[in-house]
């Protein structure tokens, strides 16, 4: 029988980890077109052979470690719903916590920014969905990624201005009021890289040499040209990496050095400003 509670049932079971219920749930009403809260209250409803066939197969994946925002091609991020690829990190609630932090700073009423390895677009459309009158640019090296980040821009009606740069490298000459990054950040060696959603995930969007800090390192030295007298940064890090951020920013002669926590409580960003011209 081929009702929605047997097969979420069966998923389920076969799925494991840490909510496997909601991941079957999630696959089936991606494939039907069915509500969760539809499968509560018509347990006994019925599906297609050929819907059945096509949850099997997602299951599969699933089975294999697939992340689940790939198989249904979406994430949510600061309630957006973006679409995500395999080019692509799957954006993570923690840097929602970089947005937060954006949106307390006290900036110009158009202020100018740039999101630095956008990825999906996931920071700079929350900041563009918050604040309408900033001009926001992003900007990735990978052009599956600028493709990804233009269409989620469209689908959510969010006017971002995206364009294809190996970090600064092919930014139009200008200066900003906030440069935003989730970088690459972890070590090359790092055994997290062999476990969990990330084994699904582009290196280039994880690995930052050997000791993670590759990609700091640079956007941290060449941020200050690209940043208006008064002007912040702000980067994503690991839990362990704030004190040797904070290090980079110091030698570098950034001021207003400090470390946030994500929801979790670990050290997750670090923030500075350029010294007043
Ligand atoms: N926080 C992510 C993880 O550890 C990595 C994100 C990144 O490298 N920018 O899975």
């Not at 080019?87 to 158009?110: F, G, K, M, Y």
Request: proline share 5%; aromatic share 6%; glycine share 8%.
């Amino acid at each position: 029988m081929l009702t929605c509670e047997a097969l979420i049932k069966d998923a389920a079971a076969k799925i494991g980890g840490d909510s496997p219920k909601l991941d079957a749930e999630l696959l089936l009403s991606h494939v039907t077109g069915h509500s969760r809260t539809g499968f509560r209250a018509w347990p006994e409803r019925e599906v297609t052979v050929a819907q059945a066939e096509q949850f099997s197969a997602l299951v599969a994946e699933r089975v294999e470690g697939k992340p689940i925002a790939y198989l249904l091609g979406q994430q949510e991020f600061w309630s957006l719903p973006l679409k995500v690829s395999t080019s692509t990190l799957i954006p993570r609630p923690d840097t929602e916590c970089l947005v937060e932090t954006a949106l307390s700073l006290e900036l110009p009423e158009a202020a100018k920014v740039l999101d630095l390895g956008t990825g999906t677009g996931a920071i700079a459309l929350a900041l563009a969905s918050e604040k309408p009158e900033w001009q926001i640019t992003a900007s990735d090296r990978i052009a599956e990624a600028v493709e990804l980040a233009r269409e989620n821009g469209q689908n959510l009606n969010l006017p971002i201005t995206v364009v294809q740069s190996n970090w600064f490298e092919s930014i139009p000459a200008d200066t900003f009021d906030l440069l935003i990054s989730n970088p690459p950040y972890i070590p090359a060696s790092d055994r997290h890289l062999s476990e969990g959603d990330v084994r699904f995930e582009p290196a280039s969007a994880l690995v930052a040499g050997d000791d993670g800090l590759d990609d700091i390192r640079l956007l941290v030295t060449q941020g200050l040209a690209w940043l208006n007298g008064d002007g912040w940064m702000m980067l994503e890090h690991g839990y362990d990496q704030g004190e040797v951020v904070r290090e980079l920013f110091a030698s570098a002669g950034w001021r207003n050095i400090e470390t946030r926590k994500d929801y979790g409580g670990n050290d997750r960003m670090t923030l500075a400003r350029k010294p007043a011209s």
